[in-house]
């Protein structure tokens, strides 16, 4: 089931977010369009459920996942924020940027052992779903493109999926800039992308 939720009145939006926010508490796998890609959005503190996502994707256990909230200040809730990570997040959040952090144990160890990495999308609608944290990954097999709308999703993933959330594309369309932010403050860059590393080190 395909939802074009751009081109419902805020009446129809508003009921559609309420019956998707239902099926992710219900452990039902969802893509959704973010700022930066086409995710796999499923509650990421339900372990059974996030299992799927690995087996959807075919990737393998222990290659960990990002998950994303709703609002920046939701963040300490999941991982430990020091003075740095607090500039960035006040920064660049909401945005396409995904922060990793050293995790609090409410995050099952099959979404991230040690350090999660946290997104803040700018994208109003998968905000609004993001009433437990989500798993944030690409809704692709693993190591194939990433999609930056729905026609980029492959059949294979379509058939697996319980409902998919037509956002149009991406407004981003390339993936976020990941950076790890060590407990003694240190930064390292793990991927560039939307937002350019120097960015981030000016700030700092």
Do not use: H, W
Not at 2 to 8: P, S, W
């Amino acid at each position: 089931m395909i939802i074009k939720i751009n081109e419902m009145n805020e009446k129809e939006k508003m009921e559609a977010i309420r019956k998707i926010q239902k099926m992710i508490l219900e452990g039902k796998v969802i893509i959704c369009g973010t700022d930066t890609l086409y995710g796999i959005c499923v509650n990421a503190l339900d372990e059974n459920a996030v299992k799927k996502v690995y087996e959807i994707k075919k990737r393998e256990f222990g290659k960990y996942i990002s998950i994303s909230l709703k609002d920046k200040e939701d963040i300490e809730k999941y991982a430990y924020v020091n003075d740095v990570a607090k500039k960035i997040i006040d920064k660049f959040m909401p945005g396409p940027i995904t922060t990793i952090l050293k995790k609090k144990d409410v995050i099952p160890d099959i979404v991230a052992e040690d350090y999660i990495g946290i997104r803040v999308p700018d994208n109003d609608v998968v905000r609004e779903l993001a009433i437990v944290p989500l798993t944030s990954t690409s809704a692709n097999i693993s190591g194939e493109e990433s999609p930056t709308s729905v026609d980029e999703i492959s059949e294979e993933i379509k058939k697996n999926v319980d409902v998919i959330v037509d956002t149009g594309k991406c407004k981003y369309s390339k993936p976020s800039t990941i950076i790890k932010i060590y407990e003694n403050g240190e930064v390292e860059l793990i991927r560039e992308g939307a937002i350019p590393f120097k960015e981030i080190l000016e700030v700092l």
